[in-house]
């Protein structure tokens, strides 16, 4: 499967739904609607449970603020790509979250063209930083 030439793919609204449902949240720092101009959610300050699918391109950015918002006392939970062997995956995330393995492979939403689907070329998880 060919690597995707954006990184505005939008989860499945089930998915969200299900995973809003078990963690409230409040805020969203990599919201499908960006536009420029809007805050960066690096440099943003997160809700106390923020829901974080990031672009894939410069996740370990994106895992390593995640798990400074968790050392603030905030819920974060991210939808990342089961990739365990890397520096972020251990520095961060091993041995301070909760990790849920996906069954199959996420169909994201084009936001672009919302009828388009498209299966992510690798399998993901859930990671959950949580007190």
């Known amino acids: 499967m060919p690597k995707s030439k ?17 963690f409230a949240f409040d805020y969203d720092p990599c919201p499908i609607t960006w536009t420029e101009g809007d805050q960066d959610g690096l440099t943003a300050v997160w809700g106390q449970s923020t829901f974080c699918n990031p672009p894939y391109s410069k996740v370990a950015l994106w895992i390593k603020k995640a798990h400074d918002e968790w050392r603030l ?46 299966p992510n070329v690798k399998p993901s998880i859930l990671v959950i930083f949580t007190h």
């Not at 989860?11 to 449902?21: G, I, R, S, V």
Request: charged share 35%; hydrophobic share 35%.
């Open 6 to 22: 954006s990184d505005k793919w939008e989860t499945p609204k089930a998915l969200y739904d299900e995973w809003n449902k078990e």
């Open 73 to 118: 006392g905030k819920k974060v939970v991210m939808l990342i790509n089961a990739i365990t062997d890397t520096k972020a995956f251990h520095e961060y995330i091993y041995g301070n979250a909760e990790i849920r393995f996906l069954k199959g492979r996420i169909s994201f939403i084009d936001p672009n063209n919302r009828t388009k689907r498209q």
